[in-house]
Structure formats: C-alpha cells, structure tokens
C-alpha cells in the first residue's frame, strides 16, 4: 500500500493572478500584510506569484501566473543542508515542516533550494494598528532571525483531519486553480507537470497546463 502524501497541483490555465491566494495565507499563518516590516521591504508571501510570457508579441502573447508554494520535496535539500534539524521531512504525509526555536538563521536552506521559496526575517513582525486582534491561535507567530516557509497549513490536519484537511490557498481560490489532496492521485492527470525536475527532489506541489511553453518553461 502506498503511503499518502499530501501536496497540490496549481492548474496554470485556470489561475487568473488575483492573489486570493496571498491573502488566504497571511491571514490564516499570521503573516503580517506588505509592509509589516517583517524583511527589508516587507512582509514575506509563503506563496509567491510570478507573471510569465511566452515571449510572443500581440497577438501570440499569452500570459500565465505561476503560484510558488514550497515545494514540500521527497528529497528536500534543505533537510540535509540544516544543521540543526530545524527543516525536517515529517511524517505527516510528506510535508516539510519548519521549527522556528530550533533555527538559528544561518540560512543554509535558502541556499539550499533550488526553487527560491524560503524567506528570512530581518525584524519582528508589526501589523497596522487596528489588525492586532486579527491573528489566529493556530499558528505561531515567526521571530526576527529565522527563516519561514510554506507548510501547507499542517496545523490544519491536527484540527480537522484527514478527511476535511485542505489549505487555506486551496480553500480560497475562487477559480479552482488550486487541488490539495493525495499527490500521488493528483499527479494522474496527462497535463501535470514539476519545476526543475533535472534537480530530482519529486516535489509534492505540481503544475498542470495544456499550453506546451508552460510546460518546457518547467526547466526555468
């Protein structure tokens, strides 16, 4: 029998880059809103949305938004490049879990992944006056001097379980743009498709188009 594990498959031609996504995630892991001064120019996104072309000129151009999660890898880098085992791969379904008393900030991990989405707190997290009582009890609140990431919202799982888990991403966007479930039965679809797949880490957040540049622009 296979063990489950978790992760999403971001279908491309449906994402519109509206950043519900964004905004689902700060509220739901207590992420300060841009500005928040967090890092240098603000508060970090744990999902980051990059706009791609396919270098056509009007009318071949085709835009797509490209949503950037961790990748939560079955053979994560940055695992084996902590020192301190503040990364691990967890036995929750695969997923790569943070511990922010253990890291120390040497940002080795950052180094470490190939898919730049790790992000490093320079200053404590300030929200706007007024948002303080915004936050929620189930996440904790990421210090200066660690580094944060999406954990696809693994608190989640312990509130509600298997059967109802999903992430706070998949939950809000209002295209469907976003799967969570058992990657193992996303990954069957024809048009799916990972980042860097020369880098062999078989990550469990996938892509799906039906647009052929989409797909060779998986190499980044």
């Given at each position: 029998m296979s063990v489950l594990k978790w992760g999403m498959v971001i279908d491309l031609d449906r994402c519109t880059g509206c950043g519900v996504c964004q905004v689902a995630c700060r509220l739901e892991n207590n992420i300060p809103p841009a500005g928040g001064a967090v890092s240098g120019a603000g508060a970090p996104d744990w999902i980051t949305l990059e706009r791609r072309d396919n270098g056509r000129s009007f009318p071949e151009s085709d835009d797509l938004y490209l949503p950037?999660?961790?990748?939560?890898?079955?053979?994560?880098?940055?695992?084996?490049?902590?020192?301190?085992?503040?990364?691990?791969k967890s036995g929750q379904g695969g997923i790569v879990s943070q511990e922010y008393a253990r890291c120390i900030g040497c940002r080795l991990c950052l180094a470490a992944c190939p898919?730049?989405?790790?992000?490093?707190?320079?200053?404590?997290?300030?929200w706007p006056r007024g948002m303080e009582g915004t936050l929620t009890p189930f996440a904790s609140v990421r210090p200066k001097g660690v580094v944060e990431k999406c954990t696809l919202c693994a608190h989640r799982l312990a509130m509600y379980g298997p059967a109802a888990y999903t992430t706070a991403?998949?939950?809000?966007?209002?295209?469907?743009?976003?799967?969570?479930?058992?990657?193992e039965k996303l990954r069957k679809g024809a048009a799916v498709f990972e980042?860097?797949?020369?880098?062999?880490t078989e990550p469990q957040v996938l892509y799906a188009s039906?647009?052929?540049w989409a797909r060779q622009g998986s190499d980044e």
């Open positions: 950037k999660p961790c990748m939560h890898c079955e053979n994560p880098p940055c695992v084996t490049a902590c020192p301190v085992g503040a990364t691990q898919y730049g989405v790790r992000r490093f707190t320079r200053t404590d997290p300030v991403c998949a939950e809000a966007c209002p295209t469907g743009a976003i799967v969570f479930g058992d990657v980042l860097l797949p020369e880098k062999k039906r647009r052929d």
